[in-house]
């Protein structure tokens, strides 16, 4: 799945569940993809957001990886909340998992997005590790 796709589907789920300010950069914008605050606290979240490209070898996954981690770093400053948005595959989620526990010691959350509008979290909390499936952002991302 292409990162436009990732980033309309997560923007049109932040837009149901009340989120405000929602900003969304496409194409050569810069900062982070989504910017957004809660709807009761006002904190803000920002989401990076990347999209499988061509070929799907190991060392592709692992660049688009990389690349969202630092683009979120640039955003982290310990009170907002912050995440890395993929396509829901096998091998992002398996990569994930593999550094889920410098994620979580940096309250970083990983989200993965299916073509059907399906997202999948693998946050600080997540038990063992496995990302799970949610209905809802605000529940899972609310510190």
Known sequence: MRERKVKQ???KQLEAEG???LKVRYGHERGVDIE????ESGRKLYIEVKGERTGAQAANIRQVFGEALLQIFTAYDGSSVCAIA????RGFRGLARRVFTPLSRLGLHALF????GEIWHLGPKTPAGLPRR???LKEVLQP
């Open 19 to 21: 989120f405000m300010n």
């Open 86 to 89: 993929l396509p829901n595959t």
């Open 113 to 116: 997005v299916s073509e059907d």
């Open 134 to 136: 949610i209905s809802s």
């Open 36 to 39: 957004a605050q809660f709807p």
């Open 9 to 11: 589907l997560l923007a």
